[in-house]
C-alpha cells in the first residue's frame, strides 16, 4: 500500500487499534524511514498524547451536591456528567485536529492541481503558437546541424508572427543555465526567450513578435537567468533566407 491509502488508519495505528494488513504496511513504512508516514505517526501520537493530557472536570463533594441540591429543592442523584462532558469535550479536540489536518491536506492538492493546471495551459499555448506559426503562408524553414552528431533541427520564421525552434541532440543544460535564443538583425543579436531541453536531448521554442529582416536565429548556453547580450559561443547558428 502506499501512504496515500494508509491515510485514515495511522490514528488507530497510534493508539494500537490498527487491524492486519493496515498494520503491517504502517510498520514496513517507518522500518524503511518513510517520511511520509513517519510524520503522520508523530503528529497521530501528539494529538492523542494531547488527549489524554485534557483535564477531567473536577466534581463537587457529596456533602456539597446534597446542600446545593437541597437550597435549589431538587432531589439528590448519584448519576453525574463530568465524564460525558469531558468525553465531548476530547472528542471535540479530535475532531478539531484531525480535520484541520485533512484541510491542511486538501489545501495542498489543491495548490498541486492548480500547478499542474497552469503549466498545462502554458503548454497548450505554446503549441498553439507554435501551429500558427507552422502553417503561416510567410514562414520560411532553414535546417542546421544537418549530418553531425551536434544539435540539429530546423528554424520556422514567419515575420508577422515570430519564431519556432525544434532540436534535437540538445542536451539539458546544466544546474543554474538555461539555452537563450537569439534574432539576429542587422548583425546585431537581439534576445528571443530562454528554453530547457528535454532528457531526451528534444527541445521546442516559441518566440512570438515581428521578426522581419531576421537574418540568422543562434543559440547559447547562458545563465537561468538571461543575458541581453550573448556571452558564450553560439551551440550553433542557422541563416534565414528569403525575408526581406
Known sequence: MNCNELREHYELYAMGQSEE????????????QCEVCM??????RQMLALLGGTAMPAAPSPALRRRILASV???????????????????????????????????????????????????????NQAFTILTGQDTVVSTFGEGQPKPKGQIFVSPSQGVLLIASNLPPAPT????????????????????????DGTAM?????????????????????????????????????GLQ
Open 21 to 32: 494488513p493496515e498494520r503491517s504496511e504502517i510498520r514496513a513504512h517507518l522500518q524503511r
Open 176 to 199: 543554474g543555465k538555461a539555452y537563450e535564443m537569439w534574432v539576429i538583425k542587422g548583425g546585431k543579436p537581439q534576445a528571443a526567450g530562454m528554453f530547457q531541453s528535454s532528457a
Open 205 to 241: 521554442h516559441v518566440q512570438r513578435g515581428a521578426t522581419d529582416k531576421a537574418q540568422a536565429v543562434a543559440v547559447t548556453l547562458e545563465s537561468e537567468g538571461g543575458s541581453d547580450q550573448p556571452t558564450t559561443t553560439p551551440l550553433f547558428a542557422a541563416p534565414i533566407r
Open 39 to 44: 510524520h503522520e505517526i508523530k503528529r497521530a
Open 73 to 127: 429543592g431538587g432531589t439528590h442523584s448519584r448519576f453525574g456528567w463530568s465524564p460525558f462532558l469531558a468525553f465531548a469535550c476530547a472528542l471535540a479536540l479530535f475532531a478539531a485536529v484531525y480535520f484541520g489536518g485533512r484541510e491542511r491536506d486538501l489545501a495542498n492538492e489543491l495548490s498541486r492541481v492548480r500547478e499542474i493546471n497552469r503549466q498545462q495551459t502554458m503548454q497548450l499555448a505554446s503549441v
